[in-house]
């Protein structure tokens, strides 16, 4: 278990989650501060997007505590949690006939009155400006392509001016080059605003590079917590994976290579070749 310390934006306690008699999450405790980058890494059915879910009251725990600063999220209304954090899905099913300006004004509903004020136009344009994507503002959002959109439903969550972002795969869509700039963007935000942000993400290179914080979850549980050079070991990988990898360290950042399962008998001298060729 992690144990929840210090000041924070955002604390989960003992958390633990079922869907009808089969576990999802078990005794899961984090902590997030204002202007820091938390992910959330692990194999499938980890329990990350549950995780998540769980923190934007989308569902609710069967035991633990969810707080934001010092509110208990159970005492917290829909259009409160809507105020203070901004979640964005891994994927939207069906998504209605609207321009990517209307949809990134949707993130305004929690402050609207009864219309948008100019106050709510300059914020659309705001954040379409910081994600680059001006050009699309009357684009059909259904004309886009899954980065694309994406990029949007980015938008309309910084639109909300949330306390906490909750991010499930924000670049899973995308190339490298719109990875990079995704993370760096998210990054950037974190940081000038002071909020948090706290993301599940499949590339350990990514969570490496881009995260002030790391948690590693396995079969539900949290098997491992702190700094992506703690975190991110050859050891907990192996463990948590079942895979092979070699970790460099570049300027305290881990660098991971991929080498094979384990259980593949070839897995020690390809290691040991790669090993040979970093040196």
């Not at 700039?181 to 974190?190: A, F, L, R, W």
Request: proline share 4%.
């Amino acid at each position: 278990m992690v144990r929840c310390n210090g000041l924070a934006k955002l604390k989960v306690k003992d958390v633990e989650f079922s869907y009808a008699s089969d576990p999802v999450l078990k005794d899961v405790c984090l902590h997030v501060s204002a202007s820091e980058v938390l992910s959330i890494v692990g194999p499938n059915g980890a329990g990350k997007s549950t995780l998540l879910r769980c923190i934007d009251k989308i569902l609710f725990p069967q035991k633990g505590t969810i707080l934001l600063g010092e509110t208990d999220l159970k005492m917290m209304k829909r259009m409160e949690i809507a105020k203070k954090m901004g979640y964005i899905p891994q994927r939207v099913s069906q998504i209605f006939p609207a321009t990517v300006f209307d949809v990134v004004l949707m993130g305004r509903r929690p402050h609207l009155s009864w219309k948008s004020s100019k106050q709510d136009i300059e914020k659309v344009l705001e954040v379409l400006e910081i994600l680059n994507i001006e050009d699309l503002a009357l684009r059909d959002i259904n004309e886009l392509s899954g980065g694309q959109q994406q990029n949007v439903f980015f938008a309309r969550a910084l639109a909300q001016e949330p306390e906490v972002l909750l991010l499930d795969e924000p670049t899973s869509n995308l190339d490298i080059k719109h990875q990079l700039e995704v993370m760096d963007t998210i990054k950037n935000v974190v940081k000038e605003k002071g909020i948090s942000a706290i993301i599940s993400i499949h590339d350990l290179n990514l969570a490496a590079r881009y995260s002030d914080k790391v948690i590693m979850m396995k079969n539900g549980r949290i098997f491992a917590a702190g700094a992506p050079l703690s975190v991110l070991t050859r050891e907990n990988i192996k463990s948590v994976y079942g895979v092979e990898v070699i970790v460099m360290n570049e300027s305290d950042i881990p660098c991971i290579i991929p080498v094979a399962p384990i259980g593949n008998g070839k897995e020690a001298s390809r290691i040991k070749q790669l090993a040979k060729a970093s040196i």
